[in-house]
Structure formats: C-alpha cells, structure tokens
C-alpha cells in the first residue's frame, strides 16, 4: 500500500515543485532562472501531497496585503495548485484547500485571494467573484487628441527604481477595494516585466498617472493605465496618440469603474468585461470586528454556516460599536433562533465586505435568506465600495 503524506515542502523540495508547475502549466524555466525562482520559493508556504517519495499535488500561499474599506489586511494568495495527471481526482486538492485554509487562519490572514481555473470549483470552498475588468480596443482612426496638457510623459525602464509609479498606485488603489498593497519587491519582482513605462507628471512635477505597455506587431497593449485625475488621463490619452504611426489598434485594460473611454471624442468602442479574481473571507470574526460598518443605531444578526473553515460557523451580532460572535455549539445549528437575522454563506459574505455586490442584490438573488427588513438594515451599515484588482499570481 502507497503511504500518502501531505506536509509543507522545504527548501530541498523546490525542484520537484517546479517541475510539477512546469507540467501542469506547460512552461520550461532556463536554467539561469532557476536559482532566482527557488529564492522566490522561499516566501511561499507550499503544502505538497507526496505518494511514497513522489510529489502528487501541491499548493502555494503567498503571504500578501490587500486596501479593503480604507484599511490593510493580511492575505493569503493561493497559487501553484497542481497535480500529475496520474493523480488527479482522488481529492488531492480539496485536502491542500482545506489545510491552507487552516495555515492562513493560524498565520491570521483575514482573507484569501486566488485566479481561478474554474469559478465553479473554488466556490464550493468559499471563495467569490469579487472584481471584473475591462479591455476596451481602439482602433487607429479613433486615435484622436483631446485637448493639451500642462505637464509632462517620461518613459522609463525597470532598472530604474520609479518612486513615482509606486506613489501613484498607492492613492490610486485607496479609490477602490481589495487592490494588492505593493512592495518595492513586488513591482521589481512581478509588475514591471518586460512593460515600458510611461509617467505623467504635472506642472509641479508631481507624478499623477502611469502606463504599462508593450508596442509589438502594430499593437499597442496597455497592461495598466492609471490616472489620479482628469488632466493625467488626458496626458496619457495623448501620448497612446501619438503612437498612431507606429500601431493600428490598442488594447487598454481598466476596471469597469473606470471611466475610460467615456471622456474621448468617440468613446463608441469595443468593450469586453471578465470576471477576474476570487476572495474568501478566512477569519469571519476578525473581519466583521475590524470592518467599518456605518453607524446609524441599526442592528442586524448574521448566521454563517462555513464548513472548510468551522470556526467561522455561528452567529454575528453586528450593531454600531461592535461586533459580538455566538459560536455554534456542537450539535446545533444557530446560537440564535433560525427566524432572526440572515442567512448567508460565507461566499457571499466575502463579496459584500470586498464590495462586489450589495447585500440587497444578493438577497434578490436568494443568496441571503431571512426578514427582508434585516437585508434592508445590512445594506444600510456597509459602506458603497468599489473593487478592483490588477495584478496576477
């Protein structure tokens, strides 16, 4: 009989973890690279499942901070999910779910992002839809100017150290939630690449808009296109046009808050919107605690029921000043009678406390269950957000 064991992989264990993401994602790294991708690997909580002294499947937690509702919060990353075909559904991967929900809620990230390979799956362990984005596509005709700018674009590259690109997405992601707090490692790392950089400063030099681009093949590929006001994004506008003898369509990703293209002269452009990542709450108490709900001398009861993460299941009282957690006892089902408060899953939760979705939609929907009175009182404590997410792992 095969003995299974599922532990954290260490450092001796990198170059089998490689070569399974290099199988299941059908990418070689070069051998210069390797060292630097091992050091990487050292960041990460990996938990593999090994079949007698073969890597069955395994699972990365980066240990990460996101920009929800005006604060930062600890989060755990889930990526490299992967397992050998020879072993795939036996349940590999819902054991390494489980256990890193575990690791995560020991190591007190209070959430949990991921990029889904199906939405579907990752929703049976809690996770959610919580941002979209937009690619919108211009063609060479519609490159037209609209109007001037005072101040100045300056493009850069990666070797430089771009104070001013990483103080721009610093106010820019407090206009939205669960945008990733970035690090100097983590621009240098995982966001410049291969991408030209493009700054716009204002008349007092102060940098308030930045591109990330890439001209090939008479196309211009606009990774991130952030602006800080009215004046940047004319800025950067102008300078997309001035590309227009060199390229014949752009391709510009934005979230859909954003309100590119409706300011150009023709903004009748395709447009498409995906789905993008996925969040989970991992410390329903914490969260609530620390969340700011508006205060307005409402209460409301919310009942959760989370069986990959247990110690989220109970009641939470959530009035003006605090929030008080009623733990199911063993054996029953609420700690509060089943007719007041809500009924909601974890899944939607997370979407409501991200800001995806309001708690009324979810309610029409069938999501919340309960007095519609009480959905009434949870749309009025959270606050109006807006999410969005740029970046990738």
């Known amino acids: 009989m095969k003995a299974v064991i599922l532990r954290k992989l260490e450092e001796k264990d990198y170059m089998e973890a490689m070569k399974l993401s290099m199988y299941a994602f059908q990418y070689d790294v070069p051998k210069e690279d390797i060292p630097k991708r091992q050091e990487i690997l050292k960041k990460h909580t990996i938990f593999g499942i090994w079949e007698d002294e073969n ?40 054991q390494l779910i489980k256990q890193s929900l575990a690791e995560m809620h020991e190591q007190e990230q ?3 992002f991921l990029h889904p390979f199906d939405i579907s799956f990752y929703r049976k362990y809690g996770w959610e839809v919580f941002t979209e984005y937009k690619k919108t596509f211009v063609n060479k005709i519609d490159l037209k100017r609209i109007g001037d700018s005072a101040g100045t674009i300056k493009r850069f590259n990666k070797s430089q150290h771009i104070k001013a690109i990483e103080k721009i997405y610093t106010e820019f992601m407090k206009q939205y939630s ?16 291969d991408y030209q950089i493009a700054v716009y400063f204002d008349e007092s030099g102060e940098g308030k808009g930045y591109l990330l681009f890439k001209v090939k093949d008479n196309k211009m590929d ?14 950067l506008w102008n300078f997309i046009c001035q590309h227009d003898s060199m390229i014949d369509r752009v391709k510009v990703i934005t979230s859909v808050h954003d309100p590119f293209p409706y300011y150009l002269s023709q903004p009748n452009l ?48 959530i009035s003006d000043y605090e929030v008080r957690f009623f733990k199911d006892k063993e054996g029953s089902r609420c700690a509060k009678p089943a007719a007041k408060g809500l009924h909601i899953s974890i899944n939607a939760l997370s979407a409501i406390i991200i800001g995806y979705k309001r708690p009324m939609e979810l309610y029409e929907l ?28």
């Open 55 to 94: 890597l069955a499947a395994k699972l990365h937690i980066i240990p990460l901070h996101v920009y929800i509702n005006g604060l930062q919060w600890k989060m755990g990353g889930l990526a490299g999910v992967a397992t050998y075909p020879e072993y795939r559904r036996k349940g590999l991967v819902s």
């Open 222 to 235: 606009i990774e991130e296109f952030t602006a800080l006001n009215q004046e940047a994004r004319v800025g």
């Open 270 to 317: 395709k447009m498409e919107v995906f789905p993008y990542f996925m969040g989970r709450i991992v410390n329903a108490e914490k969260c609530l605690s620390q969340f700011s709900f508006i205060q307005n001398n409402e209460k409301v009861f919310l009942h959760i029921e989370d069986i990959h993460a247990p110690w989220n299941t109970g009641s939470y009282l």
């Open 366 to 393: 069938g999501e919340i269950v309960g007095p519609r009175n009480d959905a009434e009182v949870l749309e009025r404590k959270v606050p109006v957000q807006k999410s969005f997410f740029y970046d990738f792992f």
């Open 110 to 112: 209070v959430f949990s």
């Open 178 to 193: 669960g945008c990733l707090v970035r690090d100097s490692y983590w621009w240098e790392n995982f966001v410049y690449s």
